[in-house]
């Protein structure tokens, strides 16, 4: 089996719709895709429509997190989507993300950068907007090659000269607030460096014992060094390791199944979780 569990469609920053998506991960050969929009749900009914045979769809999101002044990203895997707590904090955290991208254009303006926000909003179309799409934008003036190279402390990276806060949970709040919906956690790409700051290890102890359930090890943003490290980490910690492309459709280089999850790593992932099913293909609703 090949699993990919982590990838963004245009309901966030990805480039494909939901349908596309699932169809481009057939046809890359996977057997199960994960659709993880930041901090939304909105692409899954459409996702699970266009599901092709023999391609298996697990639901879930990327919720941004924040702790000690350093910002994380959580995956959270088979949720129920309508529990109020973690719906509503999902919502405050969309709704925070037109102002921060808003903040982040003027940074760039005063930094000499001719972007606008009618630019970045034409980027973003109906997706919930974020970094990537003020990143594109430096691309398309010029100001960096490729979305990658705008995600460092010159530009949005964490703490980076154009990087504005927004509403983050607390990451202990996270994952308590998706287990109570029955879901899964898991720490994304923990170490990518590249991007800015990241959280201390010791940071990992206190997650785990809250009750998180893996670290992202294998991911384009880890070299051989930092993977090792973090398998070493998640047997330390008792974490599952799972491995996924972060796949952005064209907003990136990573393709769909670069990086992949154990079988048996996913298996207990779904056995873990009690609020939702992963939708097997070929296309249909969402299971009630």
């Not at 719906?87 to 921060?100: F, T």
């Not at 991208?101 to 974020?130: D, H, K």
């Not at 154009?162 to 899964?184: Q, S």
Request: contains cysteine; hydrophobic residues 40%; charged residues 25%.
């Amino acid at each position: 089996m090949r699993i990919d569990l982590h990838t963004h469609s245009t309901a966030s920053d990805g480039t494909d719709t939901p349908a596309e998506l699932v169809a481009n991960a057939a046809a890359a050969g996977l057997d199960v895709v994960a659709l993880t929009d930041h901090d939304t749900v909105a692409g899954h009914a459409e996702a699970a429509a266009a599901l092709p045979e023999g391609l298996t769809l697990v639901t879930g999101a990327e919720l941004s997190c924040r702790v000690d002044g350093i910002g994380l990203h959580m995956l959270a895997y088979l949720f129920d989507p309508s529990e109020p707590e973690l719906a509503r904090e999902r919502e405050l955290v969309r709704d925070d993300r037109v102002p921060r991208a808003q903040a982040m254009v003027g940074r760039l303006r005063e930094l000499g950068v001719p972007i606008t926000w009618e630019q970045v909003a034409r980027i973003a179309g109906e997706g919930s907007v974020g970094r990537p799409h003020v990143a594109t934008a430096l691309v398309e003036l010029g100001v960096v090659d490729t979305v990658s190279d705008a995600f460092t402390s010159a530009w949005l990276g964490n703490g980076g000269r154009a990087y504005a806060d927004k509403h983050e949970l607390d990451p202990f709040d996270a994952i308590r607030l998706v287990k109570a919906a029955g879901g899964v956690t898991v720490l994304a790409h923990p170490l990518a460096v590249k991007r800015g700051a990241v959280v201390p290890e010791a940071v990992f102890e206190k997650l785990a014992v809250a009750g998180l359930d893996g670290i992202e090890v294998d991911h384009m943003d880890h070299d051989e060094a930092t993977k090792a490290r973090l398998r070493g980490l998640a047997a330390e910690l008792g974490l599952l390791p799972t491995g996924s492309s972060d796949y952005h459709g064209s907003r990136k280089t990573v393709r769909l199944g670069e990086y992949t999850t154990d079988p048996e790593i996913y298996g207990e992932i779904t056995r873990r979780a009690t609020g939702a099913f992963p939708v097997p293909g070929a296309g249909g609703p969402l299971p009630a």
